[in-house]
Nanobody
Framework: QVQLVESGGGLVQPGGSLRLSCAAS????????IRWYRQAPGKERELVAT???????NYAESVKGRFTISRDNAKNTVDLQMNNLKPEDTAVYYC?????????WGQGTQVTVSS
């Protein structure tokens, strides 16, 4: 069982930055791929960014060049640096850890981009 806890959400003005963090409880954290998803009100959950166990990354087109995903296996954390935030980035952000058939979700953190 892996417990994931997201943090770092909040209210930010358009053009601003936030750094989300996903902390995991597993000793085998380095083996997991980690994904950040987001879900805006009335919309389906969408994949934002992925980082594999080997450190390869992938991003949704809507966030490329603005968001950066990174991991620190020594600290069991994965961060999502979000720059140049737009109102359409407003959502609850979730992290997910996966390894083979095992998938775990965090509880989510709210990001609101508004002036």
């Amino acid at each position: 069982q892996v417990q994931l806890v997201e943090s770092g959400g909040g209210l930010v003005q358009p053009g601003g930055s936030l750094r989300l963090s996903c902390a995991a409880s597993s000793s085998f954290f380095s083996l997991y791929y980690i994904r950040w998803y987001r879900q805006a009100p009335g919309k389906e959950r969408e994949l934002v960014a992925t980082i594999t166990s080997g450190g390869s990354t992938n991003y949704a087109e809507s966030v490329k060049g603005r968001f950066t995903i990174s991991r620190d296996n020594a600290k069991n954390t994965v961060d999502l640096q979000m720059n140049n935030l737009k109102p359409e980035d407003t959502a609850v952000y979730y992290c997910k850890a996966g390894l083979r058939d095992n998938v775990y979700w965090g509880q989510g953190t709210q990001v609101t981009v508004s002036s």
